[in-house]
């Protein structure tokens, strides 16, 4: 075991390290988003894709899950319950390598239940960090998710 660890340093690590937070950060609002959103029987990146969808009106799984960030793991666990429970229809595309994901009937009445509560949480947010502060730190979050400059080893 390494001995020569710099116990300061580690904890300066772990409060300035931006995955680490923010990830965390990630967490606690998913819960809080997640608390208003179970009302109308969904999760959080369940809602996202439904909004991405209606958005979209037609979109392959590949650019649903570039668009969202999103594992295609994840994402296609995720498309699996939502197309059973008739919110999303997954259909081959064209060249049937590709399967494109659409919003349904059901899909958009669930959307439209699900806004009115999305918005409360978006309002606790905003109402407990400030409206201006939150657009500040929605649009440097979406900077900082652009992909880093520098990989491992270059």
């Keep these: 075991m390494a001995t020569d660890l710099d116990p300061s340093e580690l904890r300066a690590c772990a409060q300035s390290c931006a995955a680490a937070n923010v990830r965390r950060t990630s967490r606690t609002l998913n819960r809080h988003y997640g608390q208003f959103l179970a ?17 979209a009106r037609s979109i392959t799984v590949s650019r649903l899950a570039e668009a969202l960030a999103i594992e295609r793991s994840a994402l296609a666990r995720n498309l699996g319950v939502m197309e059973k429970a008739g919110l999303v229809r997954v259909v081959p595309g064209e060249d049937r390598r590709t399967r494109l994901v659409t919003l349904t009937e059901t899909g958009a009445h669930k959307l439209a239940e699900a806004l009115p509560l999305w918005r409360k949480a978006q309002a606790t947010v905003e109402n407990r960090f400030g409206a201006d502060r939150l657009r500040e730190l929605l649009s440097e979050l979406r900077a900082l998710a652009r992909e880093p400059d520098e990989s491992p080893g270059a």
């Design 39 to 55: 009302q109308a029987g969904l999760e959080p990146t369940q809602y996202s894709l439904l909004v991405a969808c209606s958005l």
